[in-house]
């Protein structure tokens, strides 16, 4: 059943997302409170409401679009130099709190809620998941803000208008809510993975605190009482109990389209991995926008992989692809060959069939890079042009777990080799690769290392966010990370780097597959050959799009080029953490209260 069409509104009403005013606007109940809290279905029933706050089937997929391996079209205001400050900043809201205290508050009053403890509790672990799937979300936006641990009443200015907590308050009181959940969420599976468990409490609390612990320890924060090593051990220990208890597996079946792109391509989520999903459903008319968001130059963002990033994809032995001489001249269907299958299940590959017919990347129309990314999409145009995708979305992963679980670990400095079989290696395996899955890595890749993270000596730690980075795609992580491991600047200088071909004015067969696919030329494509005028591309206008650039061995290597200040990363840092808009602070100021501001957005 879609999530959006439980009955809950006879019970109550929704609350406006606005400023910091919606936390006092009144929750409509069209019901008296006894009607909500004295019973199991009322509970239910505004329980279901919480889960509008979660990634629906109208943008669950489009989370990454703003992140270092995915070229766009057009790129978000908040890296464009200058674009962006504290006026047009606009993303302060606590409407979803609101709905979620005014459940904790009538749950927690014996005066309206009868039920059995048992029964109250496991709503109560719902609504407080809800509260930290909240607060994690405005952690990673803003760092320090209010913690409102209650339903704020109009009058109750001095709750209000509160300044901002420390992050050690904030976190505190995620892992509290997190602890709570899992301690009392009864449900250990769901149908089709759309709605809570306990194992998703739990799998978000290794998440919450990987990142708080990753970002205190690269930023170097001090003054804080919770350390780094801390907030690890809590994370590592959050992702064995998914481990160890859950029953989730990796799926490991062949399948449809593949091990790893079946867990995007099914109707029904393959449950033994999805822990947490968003559904559709063709029957009941639930469709999602996966394939008009992806093919429809109009409606997304042409959003592709770079080449550097697709450099990092290892080959099937284990082996670093970029360990050959002759990698960076290498074509499409060279670089295709051999490699880990998660590539060719990411993006348009040798044998990638459309409509049942062999398709390549579409540069003439959507692909900025060459490397056109199908991970979220259906392979026949019927489903593009409109809310047609009958593909569910994944939003909580058990992969997901066994890197967060690696990664706290290898911080901790205790990983050993059982646990990189179990977490990595499983990974590896699962996506053909045979080589390294047993033993810790021993050998820092080179080029992982200085063209992403130059600071990282460990190749442990090394590879496992190469391995973070290649699972986990366009799922929504790489922006978070990048901010936790404090490597914004690749939203700056990575390359947005295309295919490799091997000249200009002249036929390219991108796949191997013995057809011409592009012409590429300086010229204009009406001057193209006739033979080649259906697949003439042009390349290296003045300005914005496609470049031909000359490798320095042999051939061209293709690259999107954005405006000058596109892709800007301010040198003093201030977008780790994005501005309190500049309109709370003045409401707070005319309400006789003050809010402090990020650092360096002061002057914006």
Not at 175 to 189: G, M, N
Not at 385 to 404: C, F, Q, W
Request: proline share 3%; charged share 25%; with cysteine.
């Amino acid at each position: 059943m879609k999530r959006s069409t439980y009955i809950w509104s006879l019970l109550v009403g929704c609350v406006a997302f606005a400023t910091s005013c919606d936390l006092t606007e009144d929750v409509q109940v069209k019901a008296d409170k006894s009607m909500i809290f004295g019973s199991k279905s009322g509970l239910e029933l505004y329980s279901n409401s919480f889960y509008k706050a979660l990634p629906t089937l109208k943008n669950g997929f489009m989370q990454d679009k703003m992140c270092d391996v995915g070229a766009v079209s057009n790129t978000d205001t908040f890296i464009k130099q200058g674009a962006y400050n504290t006026e047009t900043a606009t993303s302060w809201s606590w409407g979803a709190l609101k709905n979620v205290n005014y459940f904790i508050d009538g749950c927690n009053d014996p005066k309206y809620c009868t039920v059995e403890a048992e029964t109250r509790d496991n709503y109560l672990g719902i609504a407080r998941w809800f509260r930290a799937w909240f607060y994690y979300d405005k952690l990673t936006t803003y760092g320090e803000v209010p913690w409102f641990p209650n339903d704020i009443q109009s009058y109750q200015n001095d709750v209000m208008y509160k300044d901002r907590d420390s992050r050690d308050v904030i976190i505190r009181n995620l892992i509290a809510d997190l602890d709570f959940a899992y301690e009392h969420i009864q449900a250990t599976s769901s149908t089709g993975s759309a709605t809570l468990t306990r194992w998703a409490a739990a799998a978000l609390k290794s998440r919450v605190c990987l990142f708080e612990a990753a970002y205190r320890r690269y930023h170097n924060l001090t003054g804080l009482e919770i350390t780094p090593e801390e907030l690890y051990r809590e994370a590592a220990k959050a992702a064995k109990l998914v481990i160890d208890n859950s029953g989730c597996s990796l799926n490991t079946a062949a399948g449809k389209k593949g091990a790893y792109r079946d867990l995007f391509y099914s109707e029904t989520p393959l449950t033994q991995e999805v822990i947490l999903a968003v559904c559709a459903n063709e029957k009941s008319g639930i469709f999602g926008e996966q394939n008009w968001w992806f093919n429809a130059r109009s409606y997304g963002l042409c959003w592709s992989l770079v080449r550097s990033f697709v450099h990092t994809y290892l080959k099937q032995d284990g082996t670093p692809f970029t360990a050959a001489a002759d990698y960076a001249v290498k074509s499409f269907a060279e670089e295709m060959e051999g490699r880990d299958l998660r590539l060719e299940q990411t993006v348009r590959g040798r044998n990638f069939l459309w409509d049942g017919k062999t398709a390549v990347a579409d540069i003439k129309n959507l692909s900025l890079t060459g490397y056109q990314v199908i991970k979220y999409t259906l392979d026949e145009s019927k489903y593009d042009g409109g809310a047609k995708n009958i593909n569910s979305i994944p939003l909580i992963r058990y992969a997901e777990v066994l890197l967060n679980y690696a990664e706290a670990q290898a911080e901790l400095g205790v990983l050993t080799d059982s646990e990189w079989a179990l977490t990595v290696g499983a990974l590896r395996k699962r996506a053909g690769i045979t080589g390294g899955t047993e033993t810790l890595p021993t050998t820092v890749d080179s080029y992982l290392q200085s063209t992403f993270y130059p600071d990282v000596t460990s190749p442990v730690l090394l590879e496992i966010r190469r391995e973070r980075a290649i699972e986990l795609v366009a799922e929504g992580m790489r922006f978070d990370d990048l901010r936790r491991w404090k490597c914004g600047s690749l939203m700056e200088t990575l390359p947005w780097s295309g295919i490799h071909i091997p000249g200009l004015e002249q036929p390219v067969d991108v796949n191997g597959d013995g057809v011409n696919d592009y012409y590429f030329t300086e010229g204009e494509v009406a001057s193209a050959p006739a033979a080649y005028k259906n697949i003439a591309v042009r390349v290296n206008q003045d300005g914005v799009g496609l470049y031909a650039e000359a490798n320095p061995v042999s051939g061209y290597d293709l690259v999107y080029k954005t405006g000058a200040g596109d892709r800007y990363w301010y040198p003093d840092g201030r977008q780790y953490l994005y501005p309190i808009p500049a309109k709370v602070i003045r409401d707070y100021r005319n309400a006789g209260y003050t809010i402090s501001q990020n650092p360096e957005w002061d002057n914006e």
